[in-house]
C-alpha cells in the first residue's frame, strides 16, 4: 500500500456546460480524469446525519460526487487528518489507495456518487481502522 497522505485527496472541478434548460457534467475515460473508471454505485436515502464508508482500499482509487445535497468526507492518513464538504454536482474528491474515508454529515436526500478504478473485491478493503493503522505503520 502506498504512503499518500490525506493532502493527496485532490478536489476537482468537472466543470460544466449550461444550456438554458439546464447544466451537464462529463467524466470520460482517457480524458484528464485521474483514473480509468471500472465500477459506479451511489450512495442515497441515507438519514440525515449519518455516515458511511469507514475504510481504505489497498488499490482502489475513488472519486465521489455530491450528485444531490451535500456530505463530508473524513480522510485520514494516520497521521493527518482533513475533511472535505461537497455540495455541487461538478466538483467530486478523488481519494487514491491508502487514504482510510468515511463519508458523514449527509444531508436529507443527498446522493454520492461513486466512481472506482477496479471492480469490487473484498481482498482490497481494510475494514478494521486498527489494522490499518498497523499496515501504514508498517508498510
Known amino acids: 500500500m502506498n504512503k499518500l497522505s490525506v493532502f493527496d485527496c485532490s478536489v476537482i472541478d468537472l466543470g460544466k456546460i449550461s444550456f438554458d434548460e439546464g447544466n451537464l457534467t462529463v467524466v ?15 450512495l442515497y436515502d441515507i ?3 449519518e455516515s458511511r464508508g469507514a475504510h481504505a482500499h489497498k488499490e482502489c482509487h475513488q472519486f465521489l460526487i455530491a450528485t ?15 475533511q472535505v464538504f461537497l455540495n455541487r454536482p461538478d466538483i467530486g474528491l478523488h481519494i487514491p489507495p491508502g487514504i ?7 444531508s436529507s436526500g443527498a446522493i454520492c ?3 472506482a478504478s477496479h471492480t469490487y473485491n473484498e481482498e482490497d478493503y481494510i475494514r478494521n481502522y486498527e489494522d490499518y493503522l498497523s499496515i501504514r505503520k508498517n508498510g
Open 28 to 42: 470520460e475515460n482517457n480524458s484528464d480524469f485521474p483514473f480509468d473508471v471500472k465500477r459506479v454505485f451511489y
Open 47 to 49: 438519514a440525515g446525519g
Open 113 to 115: 456518487l461513486v466512481l
Open 68 to 82: 444531490g445535497g451535500s456530505f463530508e468526507v473524513s480522510l485520514d492518513d494516520g497521521k493527518y487528518k482533513r
Open 100 to 106: 482510510w474515508a468515511s463519508e458523514i454529515n449527509f
